[in-house]
């Protein structure tokens, strides 16, 4: 069983910064990606950002150049660094983990950025 604890989410104004943290537990073999999905109410689930087993990380054009995935591999651990914060950012951000075919979620954090 794997288990994801996410924090560092929160209310901010437009144009400042929070930083998110997740960290994976339980029987943790090989890791293929770990990355951050958002929703907000009444959309589907995006994905902002993933950072590959080599270190190779994906950016979602809409946060580009404001948010920045990193980890921590001894930890298991994986940081979403969000600056610039706009109102359109508020939304439920949820954690992943894939374990080769196996993708397991974290409980959700809110971020919510107010204008």
């Known amino acids: 069983q794997v288990q994801l604890v996410e924090s560092g989410g929160g209310k901010v104004q437009a144009g400042g910064s929070l930083r998110l943290s997740c960290t994976a537990s339980g029987t943790i073999l090989s890791i293929t990606s770990m990355g951050w999905y958002r929703q907000a109410p009444g959309k589907q689930r995006d994905l902002v950002a993933r950072i590959l087993s080599s270190g190779s990380t994906g950016i979602a054009d809409s946060v580009k150049g404001r948010f920045t995935i990193s980890r921590d591999t001894a930890k298991n651990t994986i940081y979403l660094q969000m600056n610039s914060l706009k109102p359109e950012d508020t939304a439920f951000y949820y954690c992943?983990?894939?374990?080769?075919?196996?993708?397991?979620w974290g409980q959700g954090t809110q971020v919510t950025v107010s204008s």
């Open positions: 992943y983990v894939a374990l080769g075919g196996d993708v397991y």
